[in-house]
């Protein structure tokens, strides 16, 4: 809710340094789960800009939990209801 502890609205969305310790792709060597990634282009918030993207994907490999490459979709990921079942699939195929 807005107005409990220091909330994310409160940051300059464009200073990098302000967003460093809520980076999400920091949290990725604790999951210990399988990661993966469907990303279209435009993306719901950031427009054509995947750059968080690629992050989240590189921190995954780097922790070794990416179960597949990042392929960037060329629309909105509502545009590909078929590309979710093949991703689940990869996931439980390298969780089990």
């Given at each position: 809710p807005r107005g409990r502890g220091p909330q994310p609205w409160h940051?300059?969305?464009?200073?990098?340094?302000?967003?460093?310790?809520?980076?999400?792709?920091?949290?990725?060597?604790e999951l210990r789960r399988p990661y993966i990634r469907l990303q279209g282009?435009?993306?719901?918030?950031?427009?054509?800009?995947?750059?968080h993207a690629e992050r989240m994907a590189r921190a995954a490999a780097e922790?070794?939990?990416?179960?597949?490459?990042?392929?960037?979709?060329?629309?909105?990921?509502?545009?590909?209801?078929e590309a979710l079942p093949g991703a689940l699939d990869r996931l439980t195929r390298r969780w089990s």
């Open positions: 940051r300059d969305p464009w200073d990098d340094a302000a967003w460093t310790g809520l980076e999400p792709w920091r949290l990725l060597p282009r435009p993306d719901h918030v950031h427009g054509e800009v995947t750059r922790a070794g939990i990416l179960a597949a490459p990042l392929a960037v979709l060329p629309g909105p990921l509502h545009a590909f209801p």
